[in-house]
């Protein structure tokens, strides 16, 4: 969901969640964050998808990455 229409659906917008302040705790679910200008602005132009060699770590561990492009040069990345 890319535009979440209250706190709980932000709660589960992959999009929202990687944008909303860089975090994700209980203080970033506000309605305040929800209708932030920025955030949702961010949220509308993030992608999302499956990336299969995280998913064969599941269970050990929990690992998530994030590339990041700033049109226009080349993505930079992080893996946790």
């Not at 209250?6 to 679910?29: C, H, I, M």
């Not at 995280?54 to 990345?77: M, Q």
């Amino acid at each position: 969901m890319r535009a979440p229409r209250n706190v709980v659906d932000a709660q589960f917008s992959a999009p929202y969640v990687a944008l909303a302040r860089g975090r994700a705790g209980l203080a970033e679910f506000s309605d305040e964050t929800l209708t932030d200008p920025e955030v949702r602005g961010l949220a509308a132009r993030a992608v999302c998808y499956r990336d299969r060699s995280l998913d064969a770590a599941y269970r050990k561990s929990w690992p998530a990455a994030v590339e990041i492009r700033l049109s226009p040069n080349p993505p930079t990345g992080r893996h946790e």
